[in-house]
């Protein structure tokens, strides 16, 4: 038989994962794997076991939220194993499952990673940390990983929302200079965001037709501090129609790496977790890093 190793977050979300592994074990076993079982007890497990265990397996499989799976698929690139990877969700807000439509309960989605097929994905790199949708700062970005897990269980994505809104008065424009190689883009910014998806956190979308997450591209988007109301209305009405490019106050671009210059004091999001700031910031696109198991009908 084939040889799968799970590396389960329990603590995920509402903690749902653990009460079904014996199910999920099952259902592997009955697709021809014998699973190993890993649990992740803090930050940074995931990583660690990724790293160390997937040599020897025939597929990797994540349970957990957005940080989690985070962590594994750093542990894969880390270990240099070529294997497939399966995602089952559990946390929060799954913001990266559902830019890949993955969707269901965790059993309905343990049998479509059965049945599914590998499909390659970009990751990023941020000064050597990898994330695998998107690089965050500024409205918004605090939440991700200051919101009680208590919360966020009990409201989801408007947990964020929430947070957030009562973080915006005390945002202070930051100071960005992005290098994209052809251009330079530069403003003081209250939100900037380097993603891979089509949903940050909940809160801000972007047009599926938009995103391709493997075609060695990043989709940024910074958006400057509203001068007047004016300005404030034109954000909301291209937040509200996906239409960033077509916004002023917006600074909206495509690119495969940037550098970015700012201060070493504001602090980022990566997938949800925190990464503190640094003065200079190289992004890079990963192309094709990942090969993940999606069921798409």
């Given at each position: 038989?084939?040889?799968?190793?799970l590396?389960?977050?329990?603590?995920?979300g509402?903690?749902?994962?653990?009460?079904?592994?014996?199910?999920?074990?099952?259902?592997?076993?009955?697709?021809?794997?014998?699973?190993?079982?890993?649990?992740?007890?803090k930050?940074?497990?995931?990583?660690?076991?990724?790293?160390?265990?997937?040599?020897?397996h025939?597929?990797?499989?994540?349970?957990?939220?957005?940080?989690?799976?985070?962590?594994?698929?750093?542990?894969?690139?880390?270990?240099g194993?070529?294997?497939?990877?399966?995602?089952i969700?559990s946390?929060?807000?799954?913001?990266?499952?559902?830019?890949?439509?993955?969707?269901?309960?965790i059993?309905?989605t343990?049998?479509?990673?059965?049945?599914?097929?590998?499909?390659?994905?970009?990751?990023?790199?941020?000064?050597g940390?990898?994330?695998s949708?998107?690089?965050?700062f500024g409205?918004?970005?605090k939440?991700?990983?200051?919101?009680?897990?208590?919360?966020?269980?009990?409201?989801?994505?408007?947990?964020?929302?929430l947070?957030?809104v009562?973080?915006i008065?005390?945002?202070?424009?930051?100071?960005v200079?992005?290098?994209?190689g052809?251009?330079?883009?530069?403003?003081?910014?209250?939100?900037g965001?380097?993603?891979?998806?089509t949903s940050?956190?909940?809160?801000?979308?972007?047009?599926?037709n938009?995103?391709?997450?493997?075609?060695?591209?990043?989709?940024?988007?910074?958006?400057?501090?509203?001068?007047?109301?004016?300005?404030?209305?034109?954000?909301?009405h291209a937040?509200t129609?996906?239409?960033?490019?077509?916004?002023?106050?917006?600074?909206?671009?495509?690119?495969g790496?940037?550098?970015?210059?700012?201060?070493?004091?504001?602090?980022?999001?990566?997938?949800?977790?925190?990464?503190?700031?640094?003065?200079?910031?190289?992004?890079?696109?990963?192309?094709s890093?990942?090969?993940?198991?999606?069921?798409?009908?």
């Open positions: 038989m084939k040889k799968l190793l590396i389960i977050n329990p603590a995920s509402t903690k749902q994962a653990k009460k079904y592994l014996s199910e999920m074990v099952s259902c592997f076993y009955e697709h021809g794997y014998v699973t190993t079982v890993m649990v992740t007890q930050c940074g497990d995931g990583t660690v076991f990724a790293e160390e265990y997937a040599s020897g025939d597929m990797v499989v994540c349970s957990g939220g957005d940080g989690t799976f985070n962590e594994v698929v750093a542990g894969l690139i880390k270990s194993e070529k294997i497939p990877m399966g995602y969700p946390g929060s807000t799954n913001d990266f499952a559902t830019s890949l439509h993955i969707t269901g309960g059993l309905k343990a049998r479509d990673v059965m049945k599914g097929k590998p499909r390659f994905l970009d990751i990023g790199s941020f000064n940390r990898y994330f949708y998107v690089a965050s409205a918004f970005t939440a991700s990983y200051s919101t009680s897990q208590t919360i966020k269980n009990a409201l989801g994505h408007l947990a964020y929302i947070e957030g009562k973080d008065p005390q945002i202070k424009p930051k100071h200079k992005v290098d994209l052809d251009r330079i883009i530069e403003n003081d910014y209250i939100f965001a380097i993603s891979n998806s940050l956190g909940g809160v801000l979308t972007l047009d599926k938009t995103v391709d997450m493997n075609d060695a591209m990043f989709e940024m988007m910074f958006i400057k501090s509203p001068a007047n109301i004016n300005e404030l209305n034109e954000i909301i937040i129609w996906k239409e960033y490019d077509k916004c002023s106050v917006i600074d909206f671009a495509r690119a790496s940037a550098k970015l210059y700012t201060s070493s004091a504001m602090d980022w999001s990566l997938d949800g977790e925190f990464e503190p700031g640094s003065a200079e910031i190289e992004i890079l696109n990963l192309h890093a990942i090969s993940l198991i999606v069921n798409e009908k």
